[in-house]
């Protein structure tokens, strides 16, 4: 059979279910081919918790606050709606096609409709490695903020990062979340959905409230700081390379909207809870973090310049130090306690949408061993294996451990390439007339000019991340505890990656997949 053609499935047998809306999503689903098995528990709040969740603006902005400020000082700022306009562009495009594809693994199942089974294979295989190595990098930022806070609670003296005996303590403590997770996702999508219902009360008010509060009561630079452009150097072609730079931490920061998308088996109505829950996460990330960025960057005490340059010397830490430079140590406890919880939810969220992606290749037999770990647990009503291999491989990088930071790049450099192969085929898609049934979500005659759009934003943000520069792209060798790894070892770090996972996904493509037939229900 040729590689491109798909062959329709007889309907899965569906168990008998109550009536109502339940009912008509379980054959909704039957129509893809799938026995409704996980739990459909998700309401429109929780939808959205999830994929703000992922988002989370407290996680990304902790990560990567500091190599933001220093190399686009103040004026960083300005990465941060550029990055939102961007993303908001590709959140459109994906939020009509999960209207129409409510099925677990977004990315993965949406090119497996609309491409043919090779593209749709490595498109779902980048985007389960990009959603490990964010798990990993997301585990590591925990250590930031909770190392501090047990410091000053209790007077202990545990190891930064850059200090000896640091990267030991972060990996521990890393390893030590993961495993919490890994059991919350083990016991239910109603658990996790619990905890991260609360985790984004507890970060949409910290963050604002405590914003709020350092905008008013200790703003010791002026209003339009954000307009210094000195840090960016002069002549267009440098500040145009240092703002791009810059630009690392939003980026890391708005990613993972189609988190709800990716649980629309256990969402009530995807068809039209999904796309609402996809648009209004990165709208609300982005009115978060906007307000909690700009009051940061006012609150930095002194001259700006210089803390810009202790920042760069890693003398200081933002935004840690600017907010325990400012707010009495109990407030700053606090505050910190609330972006722990934060950063907690994140990556519980980003390990629930990992875990359900596998799930979704798993199912369809496109994981390597899937037939061991690819079932639903009838009591839980969640894939237990699958929750422990994810949980597993997103313990290797801890291995080698290079900082938050750089492992955070390189996940958020994957995504952004999955999108892109996302992107690709929709618009390969629209080009021969998808879609062409209705939805509940639907951007009519503008779907091509935003598909375009979401291309042009993606190609240029992974030519970002393929910059080959110390500060987010260095070279293999350059990175501790990596081993000798011959010529590879002068390649950068985000083009290795990708080439390491292709490589190893090709082979194992050749050999087990290549031969096998797709069945798929239906196109809408």
Known sequence: MPDDVLTRPSQSPVEPIPIGQEAADARDLAGFGYKQELKRVLGIYSSFAVAFSYISPSTGIFTLYALGLATGGAFFFWTWPIVALGQLIVALNFAEVSSHFPVAGSVYQWTKYLSNRTYSWFTGWVYLFA????????????????????????????????????????????????ISTTVLNIYGVRLVALVNNTGVVFEILGMVVFALVLLVFFHHQSAGVVFDTSALGTGFGNQFGTFMLAMFMSLFVIYGFDTASTLAEETKNPRREAPRAVIAAVIGAFIIGAIFLYSTIIAIPGDVHKYVADTAAAKVAPPVDIITANLPSWASDLYLLIVLLAIYVCCLAIQTSTIRLAFGMARDEKLPLSRLYNKVNPTLHTPVWTCVVVGALSAVPFLYFAGAGLVAISATGMIYFSYLLGNIAILIARRKGWPTEGAPFKLGGWGMVVNVLALVWGGSMLLNFMWPRAASNPPVSALPNIPNLGPLSNVPIFEATIAVILVVGAIYYLVAQRGKTDRVARAA
């Open 131 to 178: 959603g490990i190595l964010t798990v990993s990098a997301v585990d590591l930022t925990i250590p930031i903020v909770l190392i501090p806070l047990l410091n000053n609670l209790f007077g202990l003296h545990i190891p930064l990062a850059s200090e000896p005996g640091g990267p030991q303590a972060y990996v521990i403590i890393a390893a030590l979340i993961l």
